[in-house]
């Protein structure tokens, strides 16, 4: 053989939501620095970096509920060190600190080298893949992220007018099902508020037919949702087609011009039966429909690969064609709550002054640890999922149960180790029991889950 490449032998690091806020080349623990080798051991590792690389004059806060999150752009190697080399950057926090701060954060990047996908000057930079060249082989990435607010978007390029900065995006369309005495409600409730005739005003107006449709019998929008008459009660999703053909159409792309292709989705969706019972967050378990549509769509245009996070704790894995798609690893580096700034509209959600700080922000939306992240144990209990290639196909995945550190300091929490002992097998089987939903089998020997193709 000419080039190692041909072999067809190539092992990939799949990890989740990575928000860096500390560094990490300090720590020495045995099941840390093993977790370090297991991702400098791969011929690429992957993260998805959600957070904003920024210096504090760089970019603006920008409208969210969420955590303003940001990286120091002195942390960036921090990623090389653990072993990381490509990241996906489409996600909900790309736009924390707005147009300039997506700005700031392709500069900083680039400065360490690292490899990424998912953000772009333009739309059509969003779209793109990136590449990663190893001694064994060129890696695509193409990142698109479905939660985001429609001002996060990537704008288009036209020969006259320069594209916004933005995400890629991969739009969708919830529809809620409903029976017929709640659709009758709805239409009555409609009709009497005016709303009804606030959308005839606005077809008459500057808006388009796409933006306005005409009412169809069985169809309504009520308060900027989509309702359906139906028998009964569900809730289903469907993706904007022009998203998904465009995303497709970059894997095609990078199926052409690199060896192995990696598919990455950031979403906070789901559907099945928990997500009609779910009362807390982590009782979901079933992305939406809309995922395992565009996960496989992506592997018939010529993913080897599809990891999907935004839940923050792992979903089932599912074999299709004989590649893996991870409808969620979780997290990877969960380290939100020792973030140094925060704007003032984070303060102001909780009645707190200019005199606050980010200690007082953090305990207050947490009421003292009692909800949220801090309060479930899942969302510390992950995995790193590695997939081994012989002769052009998959082989294996390993899966690494991860412990953040649920319940200690919030100095430390949110590194990751190997996870051991009861903890270990509890991540594993879990993964185990949702995987069973796709007729995957997962064996756990030795502490460690192993998928065989």
């Known amino acids: 053989m000419l080039y190692d490449s041909e072999r067809g032998e190539f092992s990939v690091v799949l990890t989740g939501d990575s928000m860096l806020t500390r560094r990490l080349s300090v720590y020495r623990e045995e099941n840390y620095s093993a977790l370090v080798q297991i991702l400098r051991g791969a011929d690429a590792a992957f993260t998805n970096l959600e957070s904003t690389i920024h210096d504090w004059d760089e970019g603006s806060p920008g409208i969210t509920q969420g955590t303003f999150m940001t990286t120091d752009p002195r942390l960036v190697e921090e990623f090389s060190w653990v072993g990381i080399k490509t990241v996906s950057c489409a996600n909900n926090h790309a736009f924390d600190y707005g147009e300039g701060g997506i700005l700031a954060t392709l500069k900083h990047l680039d400065k360490a080298g690292l490899s990424h996908a998912g953000t772009g000057k333009n739309l059509a930079e969003a779209r ?7 001694p064994r082989g060129r890696l695509a990435l193409v990142s698109a992220t479905a939660t985001y607010r429609p001002w996060n978007r ?15 995006p991969l739009g969708f ?38 933006e306005i449709p005409d009412e169809k019998e069985q169809e309504l929008d009520f308060l900027s949702q989509h309702f359906a008459l139906s028998e009964g009660f569900a809730i289903s999703t469907k993706l904007n087609p022009r998203d998904l053909e465009e995303n497709l159409r970059s894997v095609r792309e990078a199926r052409r011009q690199s060896d192995w292709v990696l598919v990455s989705l950031h979403c906070h969706e789901f559907a099945g039966a928990s997500l009609l019972k779910a009362r807390r967050r982590t009782e979901l378990e079933e992305p939406a429909d809309f995922v395992k549509v565009f996960a496989r769509e992506a592997i018939d245009a010529g993913a080897d690969i599809f990891v999907g996070h935004g839940s923050h704790f792992p979903l089932g ?3 299709y064609q004989g590649k893996p798609i991870f409808y969620s690893v979780g997290n990877f580096i969960f380290q939100n709550e020792t973030v140094g700034i925060f704007p003032a509209e984070a303060y102001e959600r909780f009645d707190l002054d200019n005199r606050a700080t980010p200690a007082d922000f953090l305990d207050a939306r947490t009421d003292g640890g009692k909800k949220g992240h801090p309060s479930e144990p899942l969302y510390w209990e992950n995995i790193l999922a590695e997939c081994q290639f012989k002769q052009g196909r998959l082989s294996e995945v390993k899966l690494y149960p991860i412990d953040q550190g649920h319940g200690r300091a919030r100095a430390q929490r ?25 007729g995957t089998p997962v064996e756990i020997k030795d502490g460690i889950g192993v998928i065989k193709a």
């Open 173 to 210: 369309q919830t529809t809620y099902a409903v029976d017929p005495r709640a659709f009758q409600e709805l239409r009555r409730v409609s009709a009497s508020l005016g709303l009804d005739l606030g959308k005839q005003r606005n077809r008459s107006h500057f808006y388009s037919v796409k």
């Open 414 to 438: 949110g590194r990751p180790v190997l996870a051991d002992g009861t903890v270990g097998l509890r991540i594993l089987e879990r993964v185990r029991r949702l995987s069973q939903t796709y």
């Open 154 to 168: 990537a704008g288009a390029q036209r020969p006259d007018v320069k594209g916004r900065p933005g995400v890629n």
């Open 317 to 319: 894995i599912e074999i």
């Open 128 to 134: 793109a893949p990136a590449y990663l060249d190893t």
